[in-house]
């Protein structure tokens, strides 16, 4: 008796098994499609963006070769106007003006001041850290800040390092910008 009920078992055990691996299996299945889903839609969503972006490249290039053949066409103010203040020194957002950030907004303001000419890469590099520090303690304190100064303190930094890479004479831009403020 012993025998056949150990049999039974077994057959039972099998076909128990038999039907978990099918369901792991399914399963395994609907996961991959899934996958391959987000795969799908996270492309979709990077070539609109490339398409967007290259669009406004487009436009912009059309904007500079009108400009060239009609100069009455009005330019846009650079992107680094926003960055400064009506006295050409660098505007801080909210989010950047507490004593936690006193020693890195002080090393990007002199930076940005006085210099002319261009930019020598060990200034560029010592900006881009305080840049970097800036955004680390930024990130820190991430919780703390309201969700539109956090974001705009983020866009801000952006900005600045990307005219900090630029290695463009920001004196002089910072100037252009205090002489445009005063009317002259």
């Known amino acids: 008796m012993r025998g056949v009920a150990a049999v039974v078992d077994a057959q039972g055990q099998w076909t128990l098994n038999t039907s978990q691996a099918m369901i792991h299996a399914e399963e395994a299945r609907r996961l991959a499609m899934e996958n391959r889903l987000r795969e799908l839609e996270i492309s979709c969503r990077m070539k609109q963006v490339n398409k967007e972006l290259r669009a406004a490249e487009r436009a912009s290039h059309t904007l500079g070769v ?109 100037n252009a910008h205090k002489l445009a403020k005063s009317g002259r």
């Open 66 to 174: 009108t400009q060239i053949r009609n100069p009455k066409v009005s330019t846009p103010a650079p992107r680094t106007i926003s960055l400064f203040d009506e006295t050409g020194q660098i505007a801080w957002p909210t989010a950047l003006q507490g004593d936690k950030y006193q020693n890195e907004r002080t090393a990007i303001d002199g930076f940005f001041a006085g210099r002319s000419g261009g930019v020598s890469s060990p200034d560029q590099a010592e900006a881009s850290e305080c840049l970097r520090v800036l955004a680390e303690r930024l990130q820190e304190d991430v919780r703390d800040v309201p969700g539109g100064q956090y974001t705009a303190a983020k866009r801000f930094l952006g900005r600045l390092a990307a005219e900090v890479d630029s290695g463009r004479d920001l004196a002089t831009v910072a």
